[in-house]
């Protein structure tokens, strides 16, 4: 079956260190592919995305993410985290043959000390 | 961000009642979605929209009926609550491209049944 994994359920940094949220998938086609954050008490926002091209994409807040098609990957990385970084993560997929259907990791939880 | 507006906020209710999770968007998105988030197990889909006349099952829709009375609305009900239904539920929309287009999440409603 179709799956999101990201590995690391919680995560626990310092402010200025650097990050890398795991997100692997099972699908062997084309895909999208999405990051999602959720900060506390809130909706989920999009991050960043990936439909094609270049595969190191860029998104809000200084967060970047890259698609290593040979490993079904697209891990989450920021060079320096804040405070405000702290938060829940969700990879999410799409596969070109369902267009409907958006598939969810388990989400990582962030925890940034001050 | 009001865009997309779910009611109630917050909500608990009794095994065996019936229960309407209502969902309105300001977005002009013909796509429409349901799903709920548990600790641990992200988000999962129990029903999506193209359009008014099109209504789809997620990965887990047993227990779960919904309504789209109309472009901007689309509401879920629980027909008999149980205790396992107990999650945070999120509306989300998204434009004709479906998974091409990120999608937009509400507020959610926390639903607790006991």
């Known amino acids: 079956a179709q799956s999101v994994s990201q590995h690391n359920h919680h995560v626990i940094l310092s402010e200025a260190a650097s990050l890398e949220l795991g997100c692997n998938y099972s699908?062997?086609?084309?895909?999208?592919l999405f990051w999602y954050v959720q900060y506390p008490g809130q909706h989920l926002q999009l991050l960043l995305k990936?439909?094609?091209?270049?595969?190191l994409v860029k998104g809000i807040k200084g967060f970047e993410a890259e698609f290593i098609k040979s490993k079904f990957s697209f891990n989450l990385r920021k060079p320096s985290v804040q405070w405000s970084d702290t938060a829940e993560y969700f990879c999410?997929?799409?596969?070109?043959?369902?267009?409907?259907?958006?598939?969810f990791g388990s989400g990582t939880r962030l925890s940034i000390r001050p | 961000d009001a865009d997309v507006t779910q009611t109630p906020r917050n909500r608990i209710t009794k095994t065996g009642k019936r229960i309407m999770l209502e969902c309105s968007q300001t977005?002009?998105?013909?796509?429409m979605y349901w799903y709920r988030q548990d600790p641990g197990l992200g988000l999962r889909l129990i029903y999506y929209?193209?359009?008014?006349?099109?209504?789809n099952k997620g990965e887990i829709s047993d227990g779960y009926s919904v309504s789209r009375q109309a472009q901007a609305k689309f509401s879920l009900s629980l027909e008999s609550a149980i205790p396992n239904q107990t999650a945070l539920y999120f509306c989300?929309?998204?434009?004709?491209?479906?998974?091409?287009?990120?999608?937009?999440f509400g507020n959610g409603t926390r639903l607790t049944v006991t």
């Open positions: 699908y062997g086609g084309t895909v999208n």
């Open positions: 977005k002009g998105h013909d796509r």
């Open positions: 989300a929309t998204s434009d004709l491209t479906g998974g091409y287009s990120p999608l937009h």
């Open positions: 929209s193209f359009d008014v006349k099109d209504i």
């Open positions: 990936y439909f094609s091209g270049d595969p």
């Open positions: 999410a997929v799409n596969p070109y043959s369902s267009a409907s259907k958006i598939i």
